[in-house]
């Protein structure tokens, strides 16, 4: 009798005990939880800006404060759970009639985290030939990076490689880089075998091949447009109904500034199906042609008119003086003559002013001499 009284007070003692440590323990984490948080807290609170490179922001002040909060909440709930977790389990244990329980209790929580570190250690050398592979690829683009931008900057030459092929170039090899890299460790990911996952596999598939034919189309496009010269970034360039300077091009879209200083976004399959007119291509060498048809009746001397147009031209400031203008008659209707002239500037931003004001001297130089005129104004590239 008195051994089972001395066993049940030893019990009784125990699980005392660990009432006690258990108490302190969390009275202890209280502490420390709370000095922890202030001091995460006090190390966000001296970045407000939150989270930005250069000039895009990705994450803001306030949902860093939520996520954190709501990251502490999970791993304080851990925390608590595997207190109680132990608590449970040695108050059981210490007795007798329910070690069996504490065991079973035991074997509930071990087995899930032996299977899951087995796991691990068994997929290590595939996470070690994914890094590899990835580490690999990594310096392989580096490379390419270097060799790319030498020749963009005319430090490397190739016969018939032309300088400003070479950031489509280096752009299409890193994404053949990728995708090649995406399917050399896809099979050794974990799960890659099982029907789910290759279940999740052919369903991105089909999303990725119902949406984005568009966009493949444009990418294609935007290959052939750069190989084709078709144009480059700072040109003076009409597309479509758009005309206006070119301020990027990618394998997606080009996009025009226009006179009104609004920036037009044109899809590279849209671009590649129509004209393209390059202002800017030959204008260093032969300028660009600003063009106007002037009508004038039969009774006006043909040499009169040519010598009032050239005249016009001459006097307008950004006509180029190192080449003569020239007039040309390129119709005759039952009263009038039609005549074109064809005066050049070296600067195809300047041609909508200088045709501006080359119509406004014909005007005024043809008034001076007493001729009625009907001016059509057209702006062509020579």
């Known amino acids: 009798m008195k051994s089972q009284i001395f066993s049940i007070s030893i019990i009784v003692a125990l699980i005392l005990l660990i009432l006690s440590v258990t108490y302190y323990v969390v009275k202890l984490v209280k502490r420390v939880w709370h000095k922890f948080e202030s001091f995460l807290f006090n190390i966000i609170k001296k970045h407000p800006q939150g989270v930005q490179i250069r000039s895009v922001k990705f994450i803001s002040y306030a949902q860093i404060n939520r996520l954190t909060s709501i990251f502490l909440k999970l791993i304080n709930f851990i925390i608590y759970v595997f207190i109680f977790y132990n608590a449970v389990y040695f108050i059981l244990y210490v007795i007798p009639a329910t070690q069996n329980i504490a065991?079973?209790?035991?074997?509930?929580?071990?087995?899930?985290?032996?299977?899951?570190?087995?796991?691990?250690?068994?997929?290590?050398?595939?996470?070690?030939?994914?890094?590899?592979?990835?580490?690999?690829?990594?310096?392989?683009?580096?490379?390419?990076r270097y060799f790319f931008n030498e020749i963009e900057k005319g430090h490397i030459k190739f016969k018939g490689f032309f300088p400003e092929w070479a950031d489509s170039t280096f752009q299409i090899a890193k994404f053949l880089i990728y995708f090649f890299v995406a399917v050399i460790i896809f099979p050794?990911?974990?799960?890659?075998?099982?029907?789910?996952f290759k279940g999740i596999s052919i369903f991105v598939g089909v999303l990725f091949s119902l949406g984005s034919s568009s966009a493949i189309a444009n990418m294609v496009a935007g290959i052939i447009l750069t190989y084709m010269r078709a144009f480059k970034v700072g040109d003076f360039v009409k597309i479509g109904d758009t005309q206006g300077e070119l301020v990027e091009s990618s394998l997606l879209v080009v996009k025009i500034k226009t006179s009104q200083n609004i920036e037009v976004t044109i899809p590279n399959s849209i671009v590649l199906s129509g004209q393209i007119h390059d202002f800017s291509k030959h204008s260093k060498d032969k300028g660009v042609a600003a063009q106007l048809k002037v009508e004038i009746g039969?009774?006006?001397?043909?040499?009169?008119?040519?010598?009032?147009?050239?005249?016009?031209?001459?006097?307008?400031?950004?006509?180029?003086?190192?080449?003569?203008?020239?007039?040309?008659?390129?119709?005759?209707?039952?009263?009038?003559?039609?005549?074109?002239?064809?005066?050049f500037v070296d600067n195809p931003f300047k041609?909508?002013?200088?045709?501006?004001?080359?119509?406004?001297?014909?005007?005024?130089?043809?008034?001076?001499?007493?001729?009625?005129?009907i001016c059509h104004l057209h702006i062509v590239s020579e």
């Open 351 to 373: 041609l909508r002013r200088a045709t501006s004001e080359l119509y406004g001297n014909i005007v005024q130089i043809f008034n001076e001499n007493n001729i009625d005129l």
């Open 103 to 144: 065991r079973q209790l035991q074997y509930y929580l071990t087995r899930p985290l032996f299977t899951i570190s087995k796991s691990f250690f068994n997929y290590f050398p595939n996470v070690f030939f994914i890094i590899i592979v990835l580490f690999i690829s990594k310096y392989v683009i580096k490379f390419l």
């Open 298 to 343: 039969f009774d006006v001397p043909w040499t009169l008119v040519h010598e009032l147009l050239i005249k016009s031209a001459k006097v307008t400031q950004d006509i180029r003086g190192d080449i003569e203008p020239f007039v040309l008659q390129t119709a005759l209707s039952e009263s009038v003559v039609q005549y074109e002239l064809n005066a």
């Open 188 to 196: 050794y990911l974990p799960g890659a075998d099982s029907p789910a």
